[in-house]
Each structure stands twice: as C-alpha cells, then as structure tokens.
C-alpha cells in the first residue's frame, strides 16, 4: 500500500479580500438575490442540451476509431 500524500502547508498570509472592505461591502449590498434554479432559456432547452453533448460525443468517437484504425490496431483480433 502506498504512503498518503503529506498535508501541504498552511499559507502563512491569507490572500482573499477583506469583504468588509467598502468596496466589496457596497458591492453585495447593491447585488440582487436569486435563489434556486435559474430560468430555462425557452421551451425544449434539455433537448438542445442533449443534442448538442450527443454531438461532442459522437465526434470524439469518431476521430478515436480514425485513431485506431490509422494506427494499425486490429479490433477483432484475438
């Protein structure tokens, strides 16, 4: 079994923002709040999700069977 990694050190100057800064305090002050989901962007916006990643999906296998068979591997060897 390997060892677990080692705990990595603790920053010794924290870099956020001071949001009690004016600046920042006026800011989420003017900001508005939204709670829960956001608004669907029109009617069928899931099925034009879909298609859209289907597509992504379908070229990545695509150029990955180009790949493979370019390179010389045979699938139905055994």
Do not use: C, F
């Amino acid at each position: 079994m390997s060892e677990n990694k080692k705990h990595m050190p603790t920053a010794s100057e924290d870099d956020a923002p001071d949001l009690n800064a004016p600046y920042w305090a006026d800011k989420s002050a003017s900001a508005t709040l939204q709670r829960g989901r956001p608004k669907a962007e029109g009617s069928g916006w899931q099925s034009r999700i879909n298609d859209a990643l289907r597509k992504v999906a379908l070229t990545n296998i695509t150029a990955q069977a180009k790949t493979l068979s370019g390179s010389g591997h045979n699938a139905g060897a055994g």
